[in-house]
T-cell receptor, first 114, second 110 residues
Framework: GAVVSQHPSWVICKSGTSVKIECRSLDFQATTMFWYRQFPKQSLMLMATSNEGSKATYEQGVEKDKFLINHASLTLSTLTVTSAHPEDSSFYIC??????????FGSGTRLTVV | DAKTTQPPSMDCAEGRAANLPCNHSTISGNEYVYWYRQIHSQGPQYIIHGLKNNETNEMASLIITEDRKSSTLILPHATLRDTAVYYCIVKTGANSKLTFGKGITLSVRP
């Protein structure tokens, strides 16, 4: 079946630095990918929709200059958390659609900013 | 997309059927009902989806009421590995975004 690979699975970074998270569709092409953030004991919150070859569409309240999304190819989307702060510590998850039946999710990236 | 309502939690005994309800009273005619689950610290996993007919696959069955205002996900023989948060989502289209609610936490007890 469709597989989405997310890397790294966990990362610790210092406050003020930037972190890049990769999301790859391994055996299919994904023109659209989605990025979510999940805080402990909360549900997934959609951050942005990533479209290959065009600018991402951000949800209300998500800072596009802080969370940079690049979808340069049909198999790779990246999320860069710029100037990270402790409040950005969270579980970040990407997903992609093969059209049917549903979406495939990556295994998530646990970001801890110290 | 229509909003869904799920109880916050439920439990069932291992080996028994788990019936997870979902209300979506404002669902529109072109919206599908999707179910996903998330095991702790993992990405969500697709389970099943349907429009108006009941559906079954190797994981579960989906029962949608005739008026489509509610549905039930059935795990026929729950195992300990089915302990997870289950999300009922209604949405249109194949590539439209998924919006997650709070879901229902299913605890399967030995």
């Amino acid at each position: 079946g469709a597989v989405v690979s997310q890397h790294p699975s966990w990362v610790i970074c210092k406050s003020g630095t930037s972190v890049k998270i990769e999301c790859r569709s391994l055996d299919f092409q994904a023109t659209t990918m989605f990025w979510y953030r999940q805080f402990p004991k909360q549900s997934l919150m959609l951050m942005a929709t990533s479209n290959e070859g065009s600018k991402a569409t951000y949800e209300q309240g998500v800072e596009k200059d802080k969370f940079l999304i690049n979808h340069a190819s049909l198999t790779l989307s990246t999320l860069t958390v710029t100037s990270a702060h402790p409040e950005d510590s969270s579980f970040y998850i990407c997903s992609a659609s093969l059209g049917s039946p549903g979406y495939t999710f990556g295994s998530g990236t646990r970001l801890t900013v110290v | 997309d229509a909003k869904t309502t799920q109880p916050p939690s439920m439990d069932c005994a291992e080996g028994r059927a788990a019936n997870l309800p979902c209300n979506h009273s404002t669902i529109s005619g072109n919206e599908y009902v999707y179910w996903y689950r998330q095991i702790h610290s993992q990405g969500p996993q697709y389970i099943i989806h349907g429009l108006k007919n009941n559906e079954t696959n190797e994981m579960a069955s989906l029962i949608i009421t005739e008026d489509r205002k509610s549905s039930t996900l059935i795990l026929p023989h729950a195992t300990l590995r089915d302990t997870a948060v289950y999300y009922c989502i209604v949405k249109t289209g194949a590539n439209s975004k998924l919006t997650f609610g709070k879901g229902i936490t299913l605890s399967v007890r030995p």
